[in-house]
């Protein structure tokens, strides 16, 4: 690496006054359910935890978890039925004030969710802090059961009930209070900005997705199965990043909303992190990887993501946090006279040639199996359709190459060229610089999307709307 | 036809060849079938010469979709199970593999098909009539071995009527008599060859069609007739000795294995000749308790004809290659076999061979086995009418596999010299497709 400082970043952080070694955190969450799990956690490195939700008495039922594997990967998605701790509260709390002990800095942040009265959230509150919480993390997201008995999700999807019960914490909290935002709401801003108003010190988000993983094709029961029964769960893993990377950002871009946010959503590298943290994020919670491979998985978040820092040269959270933000803009705000154009690196293709039945079938058909006698620029009407190309090839009479007998073509060990009538061309003048043809390519940098001068100024749909009424109506 | 009941497998053949390529188990298939990148045109498929849809029936192992996927596999080919483990794959379909362009290891294409087509046998499936009901047109094909199969099978899933003759007791040709145990068991061959009989096929086992007079009454039976006899007895070692008992050609001695006459030998084995029918003979010496396997071969390793992967796998079996070496007589006592005496060669700088004058020497050995290749059927192909031969190969239409007799098709070794079992299940295929094609029109 070129930067040969050997310093490393300083990763540790001040979380709405919560103070913790690094920004990783462990989600509220059956890797938090005791104190002898957080303690395993915090010598495995994490920065704090958020304890498995404490409150009303529950009971849980077997079994709990689903999952969603893709193309042989084992849990892209996780869904629970879980209820919050099962656990007595007092022993809970005795256990908060062990590890608190043990373990004084480290971040411990008590998860709450008691039934909607003044009186049950005063108690609940000032049992956490006496315990010796670092600070408070309000469920107000879990979106099954205790949604049904007026607690979690309910609270979170009303603003009102959000900003009311914001206002009661804050009235008897001495720690930072931080508002956990579910997303199964049409806009997660109007929730935040209620936990705002209730004067919420951060909020988290997200929690889980309302979701439903899939049905046994066998005994057409849905997954997790509870004596011939199932419910919806929760949703979590790696495939919700994309959607509480969109929430963060909104709650971060909107100044009645933004708080210090503690991150949630598919977290399970230094780069996820990375990403939250970009957003706005000032700590992640990491829940589904953890329970997939356990606390181990922290050692390389912590290395990876300082030695990316030390990269970028980031000598603290802060100095990269919410970098991202100024980014993302409105559809309207974006310069349609920008262009560019897929180009295909001849010499990586190996004419697996998914990106011509991507352009074909899945987008805007201008990339050509007609090479024939090398490159061709500018638009060509030679090329066949998908089908054609398909049954010249199925026309063809193969043998079994004999060595000796016949030219060996394959067999041999690789690379080889691409034979260049498997290397498709561009047809720049019809690309629209979609991306699909360099997204499903499994070569790293063989497709890219160059930029082509148009030789026009910059133009937003807004500016050209101002200018027309008839494209404006458009 | 029960096929698999006239045949029982010999259990210490079993112990000492078994699955080379062990096939996979449910998710180790499901996860190499997900590393598939699913190309279009795929070129594992245009390589395969039976053009299988190899990512089709691939993404449908991904799916859970199995019975699918041996149903895709076997529409293309209906040896599909036997190509699975006797496919040089190295050279077809996972030799063109586009993994090889970025050093990856290519798909196990072979170990797929053949998870796909072993849950296909084990779960009773049964294969497709294209056509339901019963057609006019009667083909007769000669020989049971892959090229027949597949055209019979074509034509009757087309709803014609099609017999099978062969001289011996079982069908398969080399599939079931001449493929390495530890490959292909004579009664896994079986097993596939059963669905055909199943569809209807006729089969007429220990028939001999000799002459003219045969082959007419065949012609007036049938509105057409498929060759597909393969070739003749393999080439013998014309040298002094070169006839004594001890002396067993390369395919008899794999037969004697296989059908369990041969389970036990002993002593020093010479095997002449390095194709790959060779490797397999000394392979199977090696394996039936040989004390040494030489394979003797005129040339260097670079001439030879067997595969790479095939002499790799001689010398792990612990065969040993003996170059630029030349028999030229067999010598025995009254207790057998004692020595073969040999030259040795040189290769000039014109690239001729040469014998080395005065090189004599003998290796002691107990058993010789010529492994030279096979003969065409010279005497029975001229006997058909009209069927024109070149260099002893019949001369075909490639498209048809039509004969330069109208009356007749012929495909696999005896069309194309001797090569492998797929490019004679693609020979028969095409064949039973032009010859579906005539019945049509001739018996609308």
New interface residues.
């Given amino acids: 690496m070129s930067n040969t400082s050997t310093k490393r970043p300083d990763i540790s952080v001040d979380f709405a006054g919560i103070k913790s070694p690094n920004p990783f955190w462990l989600a509220s969450a059956p890797p938090t359910n005791c104190g002898e799990q957080i303690m395993r956690a915090f010598d495995a490195g994490w920065g704090g935890a958020v304890w498995k939700t404490i409150g009303a008495p529950v009971t849980n039922v077997s079994s709990r978890y689903s999952s969603i594997d893709w193309n042989g990967q084992r849990m892209m998605g996780l869904n629970n039925i879980e209820l919050i701790s099962d656990r007595p509260i007092e022993v809970n709390l005795r256990e908060i004030t062990e590890v608190k002990k043990r373990y004084p800095k480290h971040a411990v942040i008590a998860s709450l969710m008691v039934e909607s009265t003044r009186e049950a959230w005063h108690t609940v509150v000032q049992q956490a802090e006496d315990a010796g919480a670092d600070g408070l993390e309000l469920n107000f997201g879990c979106p099954h059961g205790m949604s049904e008995r007026g607690m979690g999700s309910a609270v979170g999807q009303v603003p009102e009930y959000a900003e009311m019960i914001t206002a009661w914490v804050k009235e008897k909290a001495r720690t930072p209070v931080i508002v956990k935002l579910t997303p199964n709401i049409s806009d997660i801003r109007v929730a935040a900005r209620a936990a705002k108003r209730g004067g919420a010190d951060a909020l988290s988000a997200i929690n889980t997705i309302n979701s439903i993983t899939g049905i046994d094709l066998n005994t057409f029961t849905p997954r997790p199965y509870v004596g011939g029964k199932s419910s919806h769960g929760g949703y979590c893993g790696p495939a919700v990043k994309p959607i509480a990377l969109n929430m963060v950002q909104q709650v971060m871009s909107d100044p009645e909303a933004a708080l210090p946010m503690s991150g949630i959503g598919g977290v399970a590298t230094w780069q996820d992190a990375a990403e939250f943290i970009l957003l706005g994020s000032g700590t992640v919670q990491v829940c589904t990887a953890a329970m997939h491979y356990g606390y181990r998985i922290v050692e390389d978040m912590i290395d990876g993501l300082e030695n990316w820092m030390s990269e970028k040269g980031f000598a603290t959270i802060a100095d990269f946090r919410g970098r991202s933000l100024e980014k993302v803009t409105e559809w309207k705000h974006l310069n349609l006279n920008y262009k560019i154009v897929a180009h295909i690196d001849e010499s990586k293709c190996i004419g697996c040639d998914l990106c011509y039945t991507a352009c074909w079938d899945g987008a805007h058909q201008c990339i050509h199996l007609d090479r024939v006698s090398g490159p061709v620029d500018g638009h060509v009407e030679l090329h066949e359709k998908p089908a054609a190309v398909e049954a010249a090839s199925m026309s063809r009479i193969s043998v079994t190459p004999i060595p000796k007998l016949d030219t060996p073509q394959n067999g041999h060990h690789g690379p080889f060229a691409t034979p260049l009538a498997r290397i498709p061309r561009v047809d720049e003048t019809e690309c629209v610089g979609c991306n699909l043809c360099s997204l499903v390519c499994p070569v790293e940098d063989c497709i890219t999307m160059v930029e082509i001068d148009t030789g026009l100024a910059p133009e937003t749909w807004e500016q050209r709307g101002a200018g027309s009424l008839v494209e404006k109506s458009g | 036809m029960a096929t698999q009941t006239m045949f029982q497998e010999n259990p210490e053949i079993a112990k000492l060849f078994p699955d080379l390529h062990p096939p996979f188990d449910k998710q180790a298939a ?2 190499e079938s ?2 598939c ?5 795929a ?1 594992c ?5 039976t ?1 299988i849809d190899v990512p089709k029936f691939i993404k449908k192992i ?1 799916s859970g979709n199995v019975k699918g996927s041996a149903l895709s596999i076997l529409d293309a080919n209906v040896l599909a199970a036997s190509c699975s483990r006797v ?2 794959v ?3 379909c996972e ?2 593999c ?6 990856k290891q290519p798909i196990e294409i072979a170990r797929l098909q053949r998870h796909a087509m072993d849950a296909f046998h084990a779960s009773g499936g049964r294969l497709v009539r294209r056509v339901e009901e019963d057609r006019a047109g009667k083909v007769a094909c000669l020989g049971a071995g892959p090229a027949s199969l597949a055209a019979a099978a074509e034509l009757k899933q087309n709803g014609f009527q099609v017999t099978v003759f062969d001289k011996r007791p079982l069908p398969g040709g080399l599939n079931t008599y001449g493929v390495a145990e530890y490959k292909l068991p004579t009664s896994d061959s079986l097993r596939e060859i059963e669905l055909i009989a199943e569809l209807g096929v006729e089969f007429r086992f220990g028939v001999e069609i000799k002459d003219e007079a045969a082959l007419a009454e065949l012609e007036k039976e049938f509105d057409f007739i498929f060759l597909g006899v393969g070739l003749g007895a393999m080439h013998k070692l014309e040298m002094p000795g070169g006839d004594h008992p001890g002396v067993i050609d390369a395919l008899q001695f794999i037969e004697d294995y296989k059908l369990g006459l041969t389970t036990k030998i002993s002593g020093s084995v010479v095997v002449v000749g390095a194709g790959n029918t060779a490797i397999d003979a000394a392979n199977a010496a090696e394996r039936l308790g040989a004390e040494d396997v030489r394979i003797l071969y005129r040339r260097t390793k670079e ?6 992967f095939e002499y790799e796998h001689a010398r792990q079996e612990g065969v040993h290659f003996q170059w630029l070496t030349q028999p030229v007589a067999v010598h025995a006592s009254s207790a057998g076999i004692t020595s073969v005496e040999c030259v040795e060669m040189e290769i000039t700088g014109d690239g001729s061979l040469n014998q080395v004058k005065g090189s004599n020497f003998h290796i002691a050995c107990d058993m010789v086995i010529p492994a030279i290749g096979q003969s065409p059927l010279i005497e029975f192909l001229s006997r058909c009418r009209d069927l024109k031969i070149d260099k002893g190969r019949i001369v075909v239409d ?2 048809t596999g039509q004969t330069t007799n109208p009356k007749y098709f012929a495909g696999g070794d005896c069309v ?1 010299g001797g ?2 079992v ?2 004679a299940v ?1 020979d028969g295929k ?1 064949s039973g497709v032009a010859i579906a094609g005539l019945l049509e029109v001739a018996h609308v």
Avoid: K
């Fill in positions: 499901v996860i997900n590393r990148l699913n190309c279009f045109d070129p498929t245009s390589a395969c010469p053009h991904a496919c040089p190295e050279v077809l030799g063109a586009v993994m090889h362009r970025y050093n001439h030879i004809s067997a595969f790479d490639r498209a194309n090569r492998e797929v490019d693609a095409r």
